[in-house]
T-cell receptor
Framework: AQSVSQHNHHVILSEAASLELGCNYS??????LFWYVQYPGQHLQLLLK??????LVKGIKGFEAEFIKSKFSFNLRKPSVQWSDTAEYFC???????????FGKGTRLSVIA | DAEITQSPRHKITETGRQVTLACHQT?????MFWYRQDLGHGLRLIHY???????NKGEVSDGYSVSRSNTEDLPLTLESAASSQTSVYFC??????????FGPGTRLTVL
């Protein structure tokens, strides 16, 4: 079965530090890839998505992600985090052809001053 | 503006009772989904629907049911609530494999 792995359960960073959150998926076919963010007490919101084209995808709030097909990876990056980036981040994958999303278990990011 | 709403936002119930959680979307999306979110498990898919009268089981469907009688609504029913079903439940909708839009969630406690 298709699965998504997020290697970091909890990441703690100081403000202005750079961020990279790992995401790997198990399916070898054509996939659509997403990063969602959940701020404390809120619902999930889309950060960015990749369907095709340029493998470097830019999203909201200065986030970007790079799709590396050979590594089955879609890592999330941000050059300089802010306290307001404190949230839980979920990677998700769906096969093309209208299939449900499969989510990773999430990475909790805590940004300290 | 289009939106997706869930009700109630908080619910406390007793073991064995039937509970229905409502989900309503005004995006006119064909696809609707129910997830539960638990610490250490992320989001797990319970049931989903690709259109009116279509329902499908997800990863953790035991003890839950859904029905889709119109485009806008996908109610989730817990037939006989169990303490293991204490969780936060999220509904989502999408058009095909595009972005899923999530509701605000329902926090359910089963005593």
């Amino acid at each position: 079965a298709q699965s998504v792995s997020q290697h970091n359960h909890h990441v703690i960073l100081s403000e202005a530090a750079s961020l990279e959150l790992g995401c790997n998926y198990s399916y070898g076919g054509t996939v659509n890839l997403f990063w969602y963010v959940q701020y404390p007490g809120q619902h999930l919101q889309l950060l960015l998505k990749y369907f095709s084209g340029d493998p470097l995808v830019k999203g909201i709030k200065g986030f970007e992600a790079e799709f590396i097909k050979s590594k089955f990876s879609f890592n999330l990056r941000k050059p300089s985090v802010q306290w307001s980036d404190t949230a839980e981040y979920f990677c998700a994958v769906t096969l093309t052809g209208n299939t449900p999303l499969v989510f990773g278990k999430g990475t909790r990011l805590s940004v300290i001053a | 503006d289009a939106e997706i709403t869930q009700s109630p936002r908080h619910k406390i119930t007793e073991t064995g009772r039937q509970v229905t959680l409502a989900c309503h979307q005004t995006w006119n999306h064909n696809n609707m989904f129910w997830y539960r979110q638990d610490l250490g498990h992320g989001l797990r898919l319970i049931h989903y629907s690709y259109g009116v009268h279509d329902t499908n089981k997800g990863e953790v469907s035991d003890g839950y049911s859904v029905s889709r009688s119109n485009t806008e609504d996908l109610p989730l029913t817990l037939e006989s609530a169990a303490s293991s079903q204490t969780s936060v439940y999220f509904c989502a909708s999408s058009e095909n494999t595009d972005t899923q839009y999530f509701g605000p969630g329902t926090r359910l406690t089963v005593l």
